[in-house]
């Protein structure tokens, strides 16, 4: 799983917004879109419904916000041991 995803996935949580979270990690809005729906699509689930006012994890994406932070800070762990 591309940890990248994981990032904008998290981002985009906390944000709640696809413009809030394209501007918090420097990307264009469509790349985060993209980003969300390839995620969604590996894993099988929605992560977000999509509101006129932004976004809401769904059950499933509630679930997997700590389950993506703690692998962020364990590939953050193994950089910060090889450095």
């Known amino acids: 799983m591309d940890t990248r995803l994981l990032r904008t996935f998290v981002t985009l949580a ?3 917004s696809f413009t809030a979270a394209a501007r918090s ?3 264009a ?30 059950r499933a994406g509630r679930a997997l916000v700590e389950q993506a932070e703690a692998v962020l800070d364990a590939v953050a762990g193994l950089r910060a041991a090889a450095a």
Request: glycine share 8%; net charge neutral.
């Open 14 to 16: 906390h944000a709640g």
């Open 25 to 27: 990690l420097h990307l």
């Open 29 to 58: 809005q469509s790349t985060v879109t993209v980003q969300i729906r390839t995620l969604e699509r590996e894993l099988g689930t929605v992560l977000f419904d999509r509101l006129p006012a932004g976004t809401v994890p769904t």
